[in-house]
């Protein structure tokens, strides 16, 4: 019901093909990040840009804050998807969405022997890869480029 609803919301951009679907919205941040740049330099919030690919830079930073915070999301949908598997919470369209939502992103691991009887670890696993990629990875590269002394926002 709610996934329904959502399609209704995007119109045509729901048929459209995932890495559109993901590069779209990385995209419109980094654009209202460069119109918006201006005002922010007037009240002095950022620093004046050097050059319009400094400003791209910035903006695809930005762009990728935002797929960086699913990392707050995703692995709770998962955990509870996990929960209601085991404990019945009663019909609601949001547990249908809970359960369509982890169904989506474990569909890679289910070629994994993550089923040991009656107990499915794939959203835990998916939860864990979700973790290393998204808050992990990144702190281990920013970490790496700090000790070499290099920046990863554009001065």
Not at 26 to 43: D, E, I, R, T, Y
Not at 122 to 127: H, K, Q, T, Y
Request: glycine letters at 4%; proline letters at 6%.
């Amino acid at each position: 019901m709610i996934q329904k609803a959502i399609r209704l919301q995007l119109g045509r951009a729901a048929q459209w093909s995932w890495p559109l679907q993901v590069l779209v919205p990385f995209a419109m941040v980094m654009l209202l990040w460069v119109a918006c740049n201006p005002m922010l330099m007037s009240l002095n919030l950022v620093d004046p840009t050097h050059s319009v690919a400094h400003l791209l830079e910035q903006g695809s930073l930005v762009g990728l804050g935002l797929f960086l915070s699913l990392k707050y999301l995703l692995p709770m949908l998962l955990l509870l998807h996990l929960i209601t598997s085991y404990v019945y919470l009663g019909k609601n369209a949001f547990w249908d969405f809970v359960a369509a939502t982890a169904n989506q992103l474990t569909g890679p691991l289910r070629r994994l022997p993550l089923r040991f009887a009656k107990l499915d670890l794939s959203p835990v696993v998916g939860a864990f890869l979700i973790l290393c990629a998204l808050q992990w990875l990144p702190n281990l590269i920013l970490s790496k480029l700090t000790a070499s002394k290099v920046s990863t926002w554009p001065l």
